[in-house]
């Protein structure tokens, strides 16, 4: 298999088929629903909280909140509330089991729950999906992460709705470097492999450092593309804010870090500082400029003619051009 990153490949463009970028339609659809852009800030805890949660369902995006000290219940009731859908994350632990009943008890359905743990291919991910297949039977159910098509064919086996795709490649994983396992440095190729036998949406998580490899990863198989690093700089972001020579940081950790954890144990990410870089609303705006900008590069009007063009690789064994045949 052909072995690259987002960093090495590039898209051909097609002949341009409108007369506007303005024209090309971003949107996704996803569990029933249609959201802006492919993109879904990352269910951390620096990059996501309540607020910003019904913000994004709000204004057309795609949410999943985290699962860090929480009252998944409160959430659900505080988004129906507001007429704005539910999409939370979940472990596989007893406080999660506890979490489904109690939703189930209140007919509290979520519409999306995310099964959110570092190995997704687990026999703890089949009994949850399992177990919200019973109680939750209508909600939309993502699980991950993965890295296989061996996972993706499982998950999705086990009734799994959505997959979501990355093992360490995020900017503040280090899953990689602490067990030699792993999807960083690979993810575009990884995503390749997975979408190949995927018969249900793709999530791709991590790895993402520019606005046009959301288009890579759509034209890679993804459905939608999680981004951390990139949405947790922002005014509006839950993370501390740090003065470092008079200039604006917002502190990011991982999911699986100490900072997030609050004890030195099965540490799998790092904190690091992401300079301010406004508001979240302006940066959104930009991806979707962004990427009608790519679909009009793909000679197409709607995101998924992205799929159709031929890409490049840049140096190393694979280096070439590869057509759509």
Known sequence: MEIF?????????????????????????????????PVVPANMKTVLNEKLCLWLAQNGYFYVMHRFDLDNVQFVRDMRAHGA??????????????????????????????????HGHADTVKNMIAYLREKLPSTFIIAGNVGTPEAIIDLENWGADATKVGIGPGKVCITRMKTGFGTGGWQLSALKWCARVATKPIIADGGIREHGDIAKSIRFGATMVMIGSMLAGHEESPGDTVEVDGKLFKEY???????????????EGKRILEPVRGKLADTLREMEEDVQSSISYAGGKKLMDVRKVNYVILGGDNAGEHLLM
């Open 5 to 37: 990153d987002y960093d090495n490949v590039l898209l051909l463009p097609r002949k341009c088929r409108v007369e506007s970028r303005s024209e090309c339609d971003a949107s996704v659809e996803l569990g029933g629903r249609s959201f802006r852009i």
């Open 253 to 267: 950790y991982g999911s699986a870090s100490d900072f997030n954890k609050g004890e030195y144990k099965h540490v």
């Open 85 to 118: 859908f539910a999409s939370i994350s979940l472990g596989v632990k007893k406080a999660d089991y506890d979490t489904v009943d109690q939703l189930a008890a209140a007919g509290l359905v979520p519409e999306y729950v995310t099964i959110d743990i570092a």
